[in-house]
């Protein structure tokens, strides 16, 4: 009886799921998860992004269940647990979802290289994680691995034909075996969670899956900037986890209308990313172009825009939205991104590291490569491209909406006056307890590019 273990990693899904599709092929099927000890006791374990996982592996388990089937989970090193099972059970197979960062290509290295020791195989499947498999484009010419700028790999990716989208398996057969129980928040991560975190799971995917391409998407185009309005998916969290398939959503979005065409746009940056990282996997932590900067430390600048209190009500709103939901708009994100890198002159990595540490979608490669392009040291063609943040509070929060709603001090004051309150008489100000301007935007910023440029010349 052929036996083979459907690995999950980022692809906690039934629902167009290559790995498990496969898997669920032979005979037998060991659905697995594994809590590694490689990822708890490392930096990236949060625990909001905790909370969501747990919330994934319930459902999860429940959508495998109504296959005949169960999660099993593991707790451990990975290699270890999956070794464990093709022993027990005489596996002649492992399915694996291909992904890019340095440790996910360590893992499946090292998986490989145990499992050829067994005469196990290994099969990696591509377009789980993303739509397109990361290495597949490259620029006409030849000697060059990847694409570096968006505009001509989106031609390109616009051009692939997407695998069909595959069903759950209707059944699932598995060997005698002991499920182990699934984990609770505090077992996987310890530690205060944001407030208002989104539910997870594949189940609160597909529903907001479905209301997004049956309703929202058709406005994304001329609503997706809007702070007040959120007007976006908010599905980066189940794209992150694989609560959803980037190519499912990708065939339900189609392209009848500019919003789902501007959104699919938005899916193949995310691919772009990846495809930079699978090529420059030490771009997580340097420099993709570097520009010499030497970047200023102050850790009394790094608090205030970490707390949101800075004193410039855009910037705060957006990072009090990150504390009390474990998510940020996306326009937002690049607000206090260019503040923290082009107008503080902080090190893009504090950013990037502060991210991590809250939000529940912080996916690598999209993480580390947006702080880069903001930062000006990744793939943006205008390395110099500065966000004013009045200018953009006036754009896309004209109302001032989205500053009242996490920014209660600020809550009494009327209209867009509410993104310049130290126009407001002294003692008006005070009795709101908002903090000032930790810089002024006429003298602070431009004082730090000098700095920046006096930094480059003096190399």
């Known amino acids: 009886m052929a036996v083979s ?37 490392g930096p990236f374990n949060r625990p909001n992004r905790a909370a969501f996982l747990v919330d994934s592996l319930r459902d999860l388990d429940q959508g495998l269940a109504r296959a005949g089937g169960r999660l099993v ?66 620029p006409s010419g030849g000697g060059k691995d990847h694409f570096a700028v968006f505009t001509p790999y989106f031609r390109r ?45 594949e189940g609160a995917g597909r529903r907001l899956l479905t209301r997004w391409v049956n309703r929202d998407v058709r406005e994304y185009e001329h609503r997706h900037d809007d702070l007040a309005g959120d007007g976006t998916s908010r599905l980066s969290p189940h794209l992150h986890f694989g609560t959803v398939s980037v190519t499912e959503l990708l065939d339900r979005t189609g392209s009848a209308s500019s919003g789902a065409q501007a959104f699919t746009r938005q899916l193949a940056w995310r691919d772009f990313h990846h495809q930079v990282l699978a090529a420059r996997p030490e771009c997580a932590t340097r420099d993709y172009r570097p520009r010499g900067d030497r970047w200023r430390r102050s850790d009394r600048d790094f608090t205030a825009w970490r707390e949101g209190r800075t004193g410039f009500p855009i910037v705060d709103a957006a990072m009090r939205q990150l504390a009390d939901e474990g998510w940020m708009h996306n326009r937002a994100r690049l607000i206090v991104a260019s503040f923290l890198t082009k107008t503080l002159y902080l090190d893009w990595r504090l950013g990037a590291r502060h991210f991590a540490d809250l939000l529940v979608d912080a996916d690598t490669a999209n993480n580390q490569m947006n702080w880069q392009w903001s930062a000006g040291t990744g793939t943006d063609t205008r390395p110099n491209r500065i966000l004013n943040p009045l200018r953009q509070a006036e754009r896309y929060d004209p109302g001032g909406d989205y500053v009242r709603k996490y920014v209660p001090e600020l809550s009494g004051i009327p209209g867009g006056a509410v993104h310049e309150p130290w126009k407001l008489p002294r003692h008006e100000l005070q009795d709101t307890g908002y903090p000032a301007r930790i810089v002024d935007l006429r003298g602070g910023a431009e004082r730090f590019k000098d700095a920046r440029e006096e930094s480059k010349t003096s190399r």
Do not use: K, M, Y
Not at 8 to 31: E, K, S, Y
Not at 169 to 176: K, V
């Open 157 to 201: 990716w616009s051009e692939v034909t997407q695998r069909a989208v595959i069903r759950p398996p209707r059944r699932l057969s598995l060997p005698a075996l002991r499920a182990g129980g699934l984990p609770a928040v505090e077992e996987i991560c310890a530690g205060e969670r944001s407030p208002h975190l989104a539910a997870g799971g």
């Open 73 to 138: 989970v593991r707790r451990g090193r990975l290699i270890d647990e999956v070794l464990t099972l093709v022993r027990e059970h005489s596996a002649r197979s492992v399915h694996v979802a291909a992904d890019v960062s340095a440790f996910a290509r360590r893992r499946e290295d090292a998986l490989r290289e145990a499992l050829d020791r067994e005469n196990v195989d290994l099969h990696v499947h591509e377009c789980s994680i993303t739509a397109v498999p990361p290495g597949s484009l490259t």
């Open 5 to 41: 273990i459907a690995l999950f990693t980022r692809d906690l899904r039934v629902h167009d799921n290559p790995v498990l599709a496969a898997a669920a092929g032979d005979d037998q099927c060991i659905p697995l998860f594994v809590l590694d000890d490689a990822i708890l006791n």
